[in-house]
Each structure stands twice: as C-alpha cells, then as structure tokens.
C-alpha cells in the first residue's frame, strides 16, 4: 500500500532564511506526488505536483520539490521564507489504483520568525 | 480561490445523530472525493465519486455514506455520530488537467464537533 511520511512534525525557520520540508514515499508503480498548503482555518492548496519528466518541479509562491526516485523522497524547498510561509505542509501519493485518490501524510508545522 | 464551496461551516451533533454535509464542485469537474481531517493529522480519504457512482472507498464503516448529483454537487452522510467522528471534513473535485494529470481542488472544509 501506498504511504507517506513527513519526518518534521515542527520547524522553525527565520524570516529570510532557506527551507527544505522533507517526505518520503512509498509506491507500488509510477508515484504522482503532491505538496499541499493549508493554513489555519482554510483548507488545502496546491504548491505543486510531480508526475513525470522533469524530476525538479516549480511551483506556487517560490516552492519547488526535487522527485528522487532512488531515495524514495520529494523534499520541498524555499530559498527565502516570508512570514505568511506559516502554515501546515503536507506531502501526498497518487493511489496505485487511482491517483485521484491521494493519501497523504501527517504534515509539518512551519513557523516562521520575524 | 479554487470555486469549491462546502456548507454548513461549523455543525455541533450529539453522539448517535446523523449529519448531511454538502460540498459544489468546481464547474466542469466531474469527480468529488471527501477527506476526513482528524485534528493535527493529514486528511484521510473517504470516498470518492464519479459520474454519481462510488468510485472507490477508503478504511471508513458504511455509516459514512455520500452522493452526488448530475449537477455535480454532493453530500457526505454521516449516521449514528460517535465521538472520533469531530474532524474536519473536506471535498475536493477534480477533472483531467491539460498534462493528463488530475488536480483536486479543496473546499475550506466543514469542521463537526460532536459531543
């Protein structure tokens, strides 16, 4: 079955400073992978998405996420963190059978200091 | 914005109550999924659904129960209410993306306290 595990339940990072949120996946075939933002209250936005191809991915608001199938990860990265940064990220799998249906893990808490 | 609403916003139940949730899709999008958002955890998914059928289904009793209709709008039913049940609960719709990849879109989520 497919999962999803986000090592850093927390982070804490300083305004201005660099950001890697780390993921790791496991997948039966073709892995499609996902980060989602969700600030308090709202609920999820796309940051970005891998499904084939380039294995450096661009995405909304500056991030971007490395595919590197040989360590299983897709770590998203954010050379300068703005303060409205703060928030819950979340990495998600494709379902095998339908990647649609996305599982995703158990996110990680960014808090940014001024 | 992403164009998916979701109605009521807030609902307090009791234990043993049933509950409608409802969620408007994206316009052109076919399919809708429901995400259960247990406090400080990833969402758990649900069901989803296409074209009006169940279109694949998560670890949830049947008492988690939905529709959708052809105006692609669609409820979450929720019987017999139990205390575990007080979450957040999301939809998400989605259609093939220009790349052949599908993209959900989420609503703000309704989040149900029962007591």
């Known amino acids: 079955a497919q999962s999803v595990t986000q090592p850093d339940i927390h982070i804490t990072v300083s305004e201005g400073a660099s950001l890697e949120l780390r993921c790791n996946y496991s997948?039966?075939?073709?892995?499609?992978l996902f980060w989602y933002v969700q600030s308090p209250g709202q609920g999820l936005q796309l940051l970005l998405k891998y499904f084939s191809g380039d294995t450096l991915v661009q995405g909304i608001k500056g991030f971007e996420a490395e595919f590197k199938r040989s360590q299983s990860s897709f770590n998203l990265r954010k050379p300068s963190v703005h303060w409205s940064d703060a928030a819950e990220y979340f990495c998600a799998v494709g379902d095998e059978t339908s990647y649609d249906k996305v599982i995703f893990g158990p996110g990680t808490s960014l808090s940014v200091i001024p | 914005e992403t164009g998916v609403t979701q109605s009521p916003t807030h609902l307090i139940k009791t234990r043993g109550q049933q509950v409608t949730l409802r969620c408007s899709s994206q316009?052109?999008?076919?399919?809708v999924s429901w995400y259960q958002q247990a406090l400080g955890q990833g969402p758990q998914f649900i069901f989803q659904y296409y074209r009006e059928e169940e279109n694949g289904r998560g670890n949830f009793p049947p008492r988690f129960s939905g529709l959708q209709f052809p105006n692609y709008s669609s409820e979450l039913n929720v019987n017999a209410l139990e205390l575990d049940d007080s979450a957040l609960y999301l939809c998400?719709?989605?259609?093939?993306?220009?790349?052949?990849?599908?993209?959900?879109?989420f609503g703000p989520g309704t989040r149900l306290t029962v007591t």
């Open positions: 316009s052109g999008h076919n399919t």
């Open positions: 997948y039966g075939a073709t892995p499609y």
């Open positions: 998400a719709s989605s259609a093939p993306g220009l790349a052949g990849g599908y993209e959900q879109y």
